[in-house]
C-alpha cells in the first residue's frame, strides 16, 4: 500500500510539473525533489492560485459542462477501492443498504440522521457529466442525486462552519497497519454547487459497489480522488487541522492538492 501511494504522489508530482513547466526542471524522477520544501510550497501556491483563478474567472457557481446520454460510456471506469472489506459493509450490501446511515453533524444546528430512503426523499439532481481522474483518463456518465445543498440547508450549519469533511467506508491501510479510512473535504462554496450532489445511481440504475454504493459524492468540477465513495458520516467542521493528517483528505495527507478544480 505505501508503495502505491508513493506511486499515486509520484503522478501527482510529474502532472504537476508538466502543466507548470517547471522552468524545465522535470519531474519524472521527483522522489527526492518531492521531499523538498520548495517544491512543496510551490504546489500549494498553485493549488491556490487554481482555486482564485477558477472563482475569479468562472464564478463561484459556474457550472462544470454536462453532455447527451449519446456521450455516456458504455461502462463507467471504476478505480481506488472497489468495494470495502469487512463483514459490517458486507452485511449492508447484502440487504441492498437498507439499514445505512448517514449522520450529519458537527457545526450544524440540526443534526440529521439519514437513511438511503431519507436522502431520497429530498428533491433529485440528474446530471450527465465527465469524470477526470489524476491518472489521466476520463469517463463520462449519468448521476442522480440528492444536492448536498439541500442536505445542508436541512441541517443548518453554523456560522463557524466552513468545510464539508465525507468519512467513508473503505480502508486504505494494508491488513498489518494500522486502519487509515478514506475521508475527503470541500469548503462550503464547492459544496453548495449546483453540481455537487450525493450521489445514489449511476446511468439509471442504483450505484453499483465498485463505484462507490450505496452514496458517493460528485463534485463536478473536482478531480476524480475529491469525490468520496461509500460516503458514512458527514461533518462540518471550522478547519481542517484536527482531521486525518490534516491536510483535508487522505491523498492530500499524501501529497496531493487539496483543491483539485478543473
Not at 104 to 126: H, I, S
Not at 148 to 174: E, H, I, Q, T, W
Not at 182 to 203: F, G, K, R, V
Amino acid at each position: 500500500m505505501a508503495e502505491e501511494r508513493n506511486d499515486g504522489r509520484r503522478k501527482f508530482l510529474t502532472r504537476a510539473g508538466a502543466s507548470l513547466g517547471l522552468l524545465g526542471v522535470g519531474l519524472a524522477g521527483c522522489s527526492r525533489l518531492s521531499e523538498k520544501r520548495w517544491v512543496s510550497d510551490l504546489l500549494h501556491e498553485v493549488e491556490h492560485l487554481t482555486r482564485r483563478a477558477q472563482r475569479l474567472f468562472a464564478g463561484g457557481h459556474a457550472l462544470a459542462p454536462e453532455f447527451s446520454k449519446a456521450d455516456i460510456a458504455p461502462v463507467f471506469r471504476a478505480n481506488g477501492t472497489l468495494r470495502p472489506e469487512g463483514e459490517n459493509y458486507s452485511s449492508h450490501a447484502a440487504n441492498g443498504f437498507k439499514n445505512w446511515k448517514i449522520p450529519v453533524m458537527g457545526l450544524v444546528e440540526r443534526p440529521l440522521l439519514l437513511t438511503l430512503d431519507a436522502l431520497k426523499a429530498f428533491p433529485a439532481r440528474t446530471q450527465i457529466t465527465r469524470h477526470d481522474c489524476v491518472e489521466g483518463w476520463s469517463c463520462i456518465g449519468q448521476w442522480k442525486g440528492t444536492p448536498l445543498a439541500s442536505v445542508l440547508a436541512a441541517a443548518k450549519p453554523k456560522a463557524a462552519a466552513r468545510y464539508v469533511v465525507f468519512y467513508c467506508a473503505d480502508n486504505m491501510a494494508g491488513p498489518e497497519e494500522v486502519p487509515q479510512l478514506y475521508y475527503e473535504s470541500l469548503d462550503l462554496l464547492e459544496a453548495t454547487h449546483p453540481q455537487t450532489i450525493l450521489a445514489y445511481e449511476l446511468n439509471e440504475r442504483p450505484l453499483p459497489i465498485a463505484n462507490g454504493a450505496p452514496v458517493r459524492l460528485r463534485a463536478e468540477r473536482q478531480l476524480g480522488y475529491k469525490m468520496a465513495k461509500y460516503i458514512n458520516k458527514i461533518e462540518l467542521v471550522s478547519a481542517l487541522d484536527g482531521i486525518g493528517g490534516g491536510r483535508g483528505g487522505y491523498w492530500e495527507d499524501q501529497g496531493y492538492s487539496w483543491y483539485a478544480g478543473i
